[in-house]
């Protein structure tokens, strides 16, 4: 009974262990400084240069607490919707206004 007891005893704090070990790992992601606006800014138009035909558009990029603006102008639909998916995963971005317009 005593070997039963110690086992449930070991087990319950193995499985404690792992959950400390969980919310400490999370702590010091939590606790690495998300970037500053202008990073969001800088990173996110490197990231939409990157891709040849949305750099030929020269597109800005604005960033407010988390929340990324692109602006410009744009051939087809499907541009903005290359530049919104791109900004969307750069790290930091919460989220993302795109204001581009088509050219007349």
Request: aromatic share 4%; charged share 25%; net charge negative.
């Amino acid at each position: 009974m005593k070997q039963v007891a110690s086992r449930i005893l070991m087990l319950a704090a193995l499985s404690l262990s792992g959950v400390f070990a969980a919310h400490a790992a999370y702590a010091d992601e939590a606790a690495v400084a998300a970037p500053t606006d202008e990073q969001l800014v800088v990173s996110v138009k490197q990231a939409l240069d990157a891709d040849s035909e949305l750099k030929a558009l020269d597109l800005k990029v604005s960033s407010k607490k988390g929340e990324v603006t692109i602006e410009g102008m744009m051939n087809d639909d499907q541009q903005m919707f290359k530049a919104g998916q791109i900004a969307e995963k750069v790290p930091g971005v919460k989220f993302v206004i795109n204001n581009m317009q088509a050219k007349s």
